[in-house]
């Protein structure tokens, strides 16, 4: 017969395990991502701090359109989170975190459903995004991202 206090703990262990945590320095590996319908850039990277709930990631992309700079900020709660440059949620689903927003790009406004997953051994951070936007469509674009 299970106790029902070691059955609470049990249950509490299962319902918080540890999170991947996606802090570290990483870089995107063309060769490996796919860009459906985006240009592919040059040069992608990503600085993350992550100490859940809180994400905190600065990118700089470099490309045919030149330079990019974003600094995000999300909890990965659920909760709202407005930004410069992007408005959204992030939650987890298992192990996975999905983020959600919308961001203005040349007088449209996209939205974005990633989903954040890390390999067993820590190493690569694929950002798996489906992307929508108005009088243009939707497509898919899968960034493979290796640590530094």
């Known amino acids: 017969m299970i106790r029902p206090i070691f059955a609470a703990v049990i249950f509490s262990a299962v319902l918080y395990a540890a999170k991947p ?4 320095e990483w870089k995107m590996n063309g060769s490996k991502s796919e860009f459906g319908k985006m240009m592919a850039p040059q040069i992608l990277t990503r600085s993350i701090q ?3 709930p809180s994400l905190e990631y600065r990118s700089y992309q470099k490309g045919a359109q030149g330079e990019v700079r974003t ?3 999300y909890t990965t709660d659920g909760q709202p989170c407005v930004n410069q440059e992007s408005k959204g949620a992030a939650r987890w689903i298992g192990d996975n975190l999905l983020i959600e927003y919308t961001r203005p790009f040349r007088g449209l406004e996209i939205s974005s459903k990633e989903i954040w997953s890390l390999s067993g051994d ?4 694929t950002i798996s995004s489906h992307v929508s936007i ?3 469509g939707e497509y898919d674009v899968k960034l493979i991202f290796d640590r530094q």
């Open 71 to 73: 600094e995000i900020k």
């Open 21 to 24: 945590d996606f802090s570290g």
């Open 134 to 136: 108005p009088q243009q």
């Open 50 to 52: 992550h100490h859940d």
């Open 122 to 125: 820590g190493k690569t951070l």
